[in-house]
């Protein structure tokens, strides 16, 4: 099982990594960059939103697996 969990894990690290930014950051917030509205809503669309699934599923799937593997 902790096999199984490390791949997951390294899994959900890589996507994570492939995720791409959706504002400036810390430093566009405090010096007022270009894209100022952070909430703005953003379709994510094609590969982006396959990576964006792909890392939630993933995430609870690493979650569960965390739980099963603290309690049993």
């Known amino acids: 099982?902790?096999?199984v969990l490390l791949i997951v894990s390294v899994f959900l690290i890589i996507l994570a990594l492939l995720q791409g930014g959706k504002s400036d950051g810390a430093s566009g917030a405090i010096?007022?960059?270009?894209?100022m509205n952070i909430f703005a809503k953003t379709k994510e669309r094609g590969s982006e939103l396959w990576v964006s699934r792909m890392t939630l599923i993933v995430g609870?799937?690493?979650f569960l697996m965390v739980l099963i593997t603290k309690y049993f």
């Open 1 to 3: 099982m902790d096999i």
């Open 31 to 35: 010096t007022g960059g270009s894209k």
């Open 60 to 62: 609870i799937i690493f």
